[in-house]
């Protein structure tokens, strides 16, 4: 079974400074490989999904991620933070199930 | 698309009462999940739906939660009877088939509050 795991739960950073947050996946098969935002009191929206095409995948926002087969890591990156970038972000995983599990989450909070 | 909608927003119920909360998915999806979301547990997976049938309900908790689908445009999650530690939001999405990293759309989840 796919499973992924998110190295810590908060992460403060300071406005523009980069962002990183770190995922780990652990699968016997090429995963699908996602990262979702919550911002408070909303939905989870998509930011970006691996789709194998490329190792470093481009979402919305100014994110990015890279796919490290080697590292079994899909690591979310962005070089400037914003204010508005303060939610909660989850990695997510997948399977030929469809079944999407999900990451702790780690909260992002931007210091002005 | 108006996208996923729940309903309703908010329920607070009395503990042993009867909720329903309901999911419309975005039309042409093949795929419905409800997911429960809470602080100590995080985001759950209750149970699946491929095309109305139920595919996966192992992360139902208890014989209290059941959910159905009576069409592609429908689906519902029980619980009866309630009890306080169901208090959690509860988030319906859905997704079209076609390979597995097709993204999954999310509702606004509904906030229920069992006192």
């Known amino acids: 079974a796919q499973s992924v795991t998110q190295l810590g739960s908060h992460v403060s950073v300071s406005e523009g400074a980069l962002v990183l947050l770190r995922c780990n996946y652990s699968s016997s098969v090429p995963p699908y490989l996602f990262w979702y935002v919550q911002y408070p009191n909303q939905g989870l929206q998509l930011l970006l999904k691996y789709t194998s095409a490329a190792t470093l995948v481009k979402g919305i926002n100014g994110f990015e991620a890279e796919f490290k087969k080697s590292e079994t890591s899909f690591h979310l990156t962005k070089p400037s933070a914003h204010m508005s970038d303060a939610a909660e972000y989850f990695c997510a995983v997948s399977g030929d199930d469809y079944k999407l599990s999900f990451g702790a989450g780690t909260t992002v909070t931007v210091r002005a | 698309d108006a996208g996923v909608i729940q309903s309703p927003r908010h329920e607070v119920t009395e503990m042993g009462q009867e909720v329903t909360l309901r999911c419309k998915p975005i039309?042409?999806?093949?795929?419905l999940f409800w997911y429960r979301q809470t602080m100590m547990r995080g985001l759950e997976l209750l149970i699946y739906f491929n095309n109305n049938v139920p595919i996966d309900d192992s992360g139902m908790p208890e014989d209290r939660f059941s959910a159905k689908m009576p069409n592609a445009s429908f689906s519902t999650l029980k619980i009866q009877p309630s009890e306080p530690r169901d208090s959690a939001v509860y988030f319906c999405?859905?997704?079209?088939?076609?390979?597995?990293?097709?993204?999954?759309?999310f509702g606004q989840g509904t906030r229920l509050t069992v006192v």
């Open positions: 999405a859905s997704s079209l088939a076609g390979t597995a990293n097709t993204e999954a759309f």
């Open positions: 039309s042409g999806h093949d795929y």
